[in-house]
């Protein structure tokens, strides 16, 4: 296992709709979504069950945010080529996202 | 100060063993010594995804029968025409609604809904409505005032449109009769990127924006002929989601200043909100559908678009009333 988890576990899986997160789940452990399929849970068993059940790969926390960061700074990129027209439509840059 | 019996007209059970899960239910365990209950604490779950992740969708219906149209989507930075419908575990695309656009306002069934108004290309606002039959859209009476992130609620046949967007925040309201659109009490406060939960004559509109960048906590209860002020969300949040009548409420998502989607899902018990459980996959303008027990959370600015969609739902917990 990966030693800069801290008290996360980071995985990379794609959503597979429902059943992907039950609400057992919920109510056992907090995880959050992020850009590139990458899920932030509770380091606790249930949420290493979770990850085995979806099959989701582990990663370290810095290998889950660079892929984090490589999704965003492309969407960055994409917006910052928008007219100023599509970029005034578009509710904002999309912002930068760091990893709890 | 009243008593249980008071209240309830009988005193509370002595069980020998806990009850089966009914929410409300409260007794007291004559053999462990405790007094019990079980209460229903709510949960987000995955549900099944869109086929089309987009922001400024808009939905309504129930949590196993609801439908969820326009829209836009960046990368590619297209506005939408898609209409999906629900069936409690897919979605699957039926008839594009007429004009293309996003963050319109809402109102109705799966098989009887109604959109109002939104954002067209490039960057414009209308005042279209359309009305949907189960099968197709079919184009409607115009709201008066064009808008974008007007909120909406009620029935395909009796309707309203709350604030909103044109050049400025809008307090403008209308009402929907079946066959044409009027302006009613404006709202106290000019707002868009507001969650809609109730009825024509009973309704409510939670937080929102005010004036970039002020977000607002305040929450207006609507009673047939006006708003009033009532008890604020924790949390204030523009392109915020939610559902349920007037006196019981959820809220969902949305985002605080620019770049800060939330998670955070609040509950109204027609008092005072309190924070619930997270949704997994943070967002802003996603589509709402369902009640204040049985919800969804549709698509979503995430970024990117999310397909993710998330149902939530209470689940009894037993719990042991403790004393100080």
């Known amino acids: 296992m990966a030693t800069d988890k801290g008290f996360f576990n980071y995985w990379v899986v794609a959503n597979s709709g429902k059943g992907f997160i039950t609400h057992i789940d919920s109510r056992k452990f907090w995880i959050g979504g992020y850009p590139g399929n990458v899920w932030v849970c509770d380091d606790i068993p249930e949420s290493r069950d979770w990850g085995a059940r979806n099959s989701a790969a582990s990663k370290t926390k810095s290998q889950a945010q660079t892929i984090v960061t490589n999704i965003v700074e492309a969407q960055q990129a994409t917006w910052d080529d928008l007219s100023d027209d599509d970029k005034a439509a578009s509710h904002g840059r999309p912002p930068t996202v760091t990893l709890p | 100060m009243a008593n249980y019996k008071e209240i309830h007209g009988v005193n509370v059970e002595y069980r020998t063993g806990d009850a089966t899960a009914v929410i409300g239910d409260v007794w007291y365990n004559s053999v462990t010594g405790l007094l019990k209950a079980y209460v229903g604490v709510g949960a987000w779950a995955s549900g099944g995804n869109v086929n089309t992740g987009r922001y400024g969708i808009v939905g309504t219906g129930t949590q196993t029968a609801a439908i969820a149209f326009g829209g836009y989507t960046s990368p590619p930075n297209l506005y939408r025409d898609e209409t999906e419908t629900y ?153 915020i989601g939610g559902d349920g009548v007037s006196t019981y409420a959820l809220a969902w998502g949305g985002e605080i200043n620019p770049g800060t989607r939330q998670a955070i899902t609040e509950q109204f018990d027609g008092s005072s909100w309190t924070e619930v459980a997270d949704l997994s996959t943070a967002r802003r303008y996603g589509a709402s559908a369902g009640t204040a027990s049985l919800g969804l959370a549709i698509s979503g600015d995430a970024p990117p678009s999310t397909v993710a969609t998330e149902e939530w739902a209470l689940a009894a917990s037993i719990e042991t009333v403790a004393f100080d």
């Open chain 2, 87 to 239: 069936d409690g575990s897919s979605w699957t695309e039926v008839g594009d609604i007429n004009t293309t656009s996003w963050l319109r306002g809402r109102a109705g069934t799966q098989t009887a809904a109604l959109a109002t108004g939104g954002g067209t290309p490039p960057d414009n606002r209308t005042a279209d409505s359309e009305t949907w039959n189960g099968t197709s859209w079919t184009e409607g009476a115009n709201i008066n005032t064009a808008r974008t992130i007007g909120s909406g609620g009620g029935t395909s046949t009796a309707a309203l449109v709350i604030g909103g967007y044109t050049d400025t925040r809008l307090a403008i309201v209308e009402s929907y009769d079946g066959s044409s659109w009027t302006e009613i009490a404006d709202l106290n406060q000019l707002r868009d990127g507001t969650a809609q939960a109730g009825t024509q004559t009973a309704s409510l509109a939670i937080s929102g924006r005010a004036a970039s960048p002020a977000v607002l906590t305040v929450v207006e209860s609507w009673n047939g002929t006006s708003w009033t002020e009532i008890g604020d969300v924790n949390t204030g949040r523009e392109g």
